[in-house]
């Protein structure tokens, strides 16, 4: 497929593990988000990464999350020590940079269900 | 403190009828604004955006309208069709920023009834 994958879709957790989620984004795009939806509220955004720069990291909630990018392709989202709060849908973004350095429309995977109990 | 509102959490329309969802915003930084839908279960789908050179945007069935001054944009869509029932969300940036994360709305359900 051409769009954005995220694995896995579902994921129950224990409070205090670990977890880890993956983002695929579609080839040839160069920025890469996450973000985090909560029930019943809007995207939050969490992180942001373009080519070699260092990634945004503005919005991450904590230091118990953190992301890697390899490249221009694969991320993983990182949780540790998971609490109940951590509970959402982690949603994966990619998009063009196009002339000037400017972000195309920002395309979403399907998201990571997350369930800290 | 949220940059962006949609105030309405849900909307009913009557299927033919046209369907306004509105979007507000306060960060005057802002200039392209897009609008996403949502099914259950799925990740949000791009459906039109526009620029803050423009007022109006329109694709088919879907228009987007943009006041400035008011800070203030909506989508139009006509006629609705049961398929559009789902969540809407609304989505601002500041391309001129390096990153250009969108700063999202709270959504609204439209339903259309048949």
């Known amino acids: 497929g051409a769009g954005v994958s995220q694995s896995p879709s579902n994921k129950v957790t224990e409070k205090g593990k670990d977890v880890e989620l993956r983002c695929d984004p579609i080839?040839?795009?160069?920025?890469l988000y996450w973000y985090r939806q909560r029930l019943g509220q809007g995207l939050e955004f969490l992180i942001y990464?373009?080519?070699?720069?260092?990634?945004?990291k503005s919005g991450l909630p904590s230091d118990r999350f953190s992301a890697e990018r390899t490249g221009e392709s694969v991320s993983t989202l990182t949780i540790q020590r998971t609490q109940q709060e951590d509970s959402a849908v982690y949603l994966c973004?990619?998009?063009?940079?196009?002339?000037?350095?400017?972000?195309?429309?920002?395309?979403f995977g399907p998201g990571t269900r997350l369930l800290v109990l | 403190d949220q940059q962006v509102k949609q105030n309405s959490p849900s909307l009913s329309v009557q299927e033919g009828r046209i369907s306004i969802l509105n979007c507000d915003y306060t960060?005057?930084?802002?200039?392209?604004f897009l609008w996403y839908k949502k099914y259950p279960a799925e990740g949000p789908t791009f459906l039109i955006s526009?620029?803050?050179?423009?007022d109006k945007n329109e694709d088919g069935r879907f228009t987007v309208f943009l006041n400035k001054s008011a800070k203030h944009l909506s989508l139009h869509i006509v006629p609705s069709q049961p398929g559009d029932s789902a969540v809407y969300f609304c989505?601002?940036?500041?391309?001129?920023?390096?990153?250009?994360?969108?700063?999202f709305g709270g959504g609204t359900r439209l339903m259309v009834k048949p």
């Open positions: 973004a990619s998009s063009l940079v196009g002339s000037g350095g400017i972000q195309e429309t920002q395309y």
């Open positions: 080839s040839g795009h160069t920025a």
């Open positions: 990464f373009q080519g070699n720069s260092a990634p945004d």
């Open positions: 960060n005057s930084m802002f200039d392209y």
């Open positions: 526009i620029s803050s050179i423009k």
């Open positions: 989505a601002a940036s500041a391309r001129n920023n390096a990153g250009n994360m969108l700063t």
